[in-house]
């Protein structure tokens, strides 16, 4: 299938690793012009390096800068003022209780959370809509839906952009531009990794059973792949994906028990 990518210009935040990089590899794969974003320069430029060297003719370009910033997210723009595709992403909270969640906490969550995605959306979708194309996709999570108790940052930031971002879906949808939210849970990549020490210490039990306890959750059996959700992603953003919008994809292995 033919995603109608090639040639469109694609901005993907926090993509040095993990879900991120996922998405900037099936997106660079599918011939967009992709450009990578994290704090760390050395890091992002192994990882342009390592994607032109797997999938050969590919343009890939980076931007170091902390999105998290006004500066940083005028950095963004300024190296890239104008995209067809925005992915936006970042790292979660840490796990915590509510003795933990004061108004600091909360504000922390939301600015990193939250507010980095609205704000790029912000700059980018007036040119989506000018041009009459745009794909939006942020990288939530699943506590979206299903809100784990020591998660409860990561669930209300995340809730907060869901919440806005079906707003603006309806505004721009009639400009031929999408906006769609992608609700990972339990993919391996180091986020996972993080989660299963946590278990180790917690429960002062091994890497093998951390794991064990994990997957068992998991109806397919195992640990979702970034590959898969990266493809995910390209399609979200593709030509094809046009009457998809203000939607909440779960990408979880069967996790989710609700209906809708």
């Given at each position: 299938m033919d995603l109608g990518l090639t040639g469109r210009t694609a901005f993907v935040a926090a993509s040095s690793q993990g879900l991120g990089y996922a998405c900037a590899r099936s997106l660079a794969r599918e011939g967009a012009a992709v450009t990578l974003n994290g704090r760390d320069d050395d890091r992002l430029a192994a990882a342009a390096d390592t994607l032109r060297a797997e999938l050969?003719?590919?343009?890939?370009?980076?931007?170091?800068?902390?999105?998290?910033?006004?500066?940083?997210?005028?950095?963004?723009?300024?190296?890239?003022?104008?995209?067809?595709?925005?992915?936006?992403?970042?790292?979660?909270?840490?796990?915590?209780?509510?003795?933990?969640?004061?108004?600091?906490?909360?504000?922390?969550?939301?600015?990193?959370?939250?507010?980095?995605?609205?704000?790029?959306?912000?700059?980018?979708?007036?040119?989506?809509?000018?041009?009459?194309?745009?794909?939006?996709?942020?990288?939530?999570?699943?506590?979206v839906k299903s809100p784990a108790a020591d998660m409860g940052l990561s669930t209300s930031a995340r809730a907060a952009l869901t919440a806005i971002s079906k707003s603006i879906s309806l505004d721009v949808a009639p400009d031929g531009v999408t906006v769609n939210n992608l609700l990972p849970e339990r993919i391996d990549t180091p986020r996972q990794e993080f989660m299963a020490q946590r278990l180790m210490t917690t429960h002062a039990i091994d890497r093998t059973e951390a794991f064990r306890r994990i997957t068992a959750t998991i109806p397919v059996g195992r640990l979702g792949t970034p590959e898969e959700f990266g493809d995910a992603c390209a399609f979200l953003c593709s030509a094809r994906a046009g009457y998809i919008s203000g939607q909440n994809l779960q990408l979880d292995g069967g996790s989710y028990r609700g209906l809708v």
């Open positions: 050969g003719d590919v343009v890939v370009d980076h931007v170091a800068a902390d999105l998290t910033t006004a500066a940083g997210r005028a950095a963004i723009v300024a190296h890239l003022p104008e995209v067809d595709v925005l992915v936006t992403n970042n790292a979660g909270p840490r796990p915590g209780s509510l003795d933990e969640w004061d108004a600091e906490a909360l504000v922390g969550a939301l600015q990193a959370n939250a507010v980095p995605a609205v704000e790029l959306m912000r700059a980018y979708l007036p040119g989506m809509r000018e041009r009459g194309f745009g794909r939006v996709v942020n990288i939530t999570s699943a506590m």
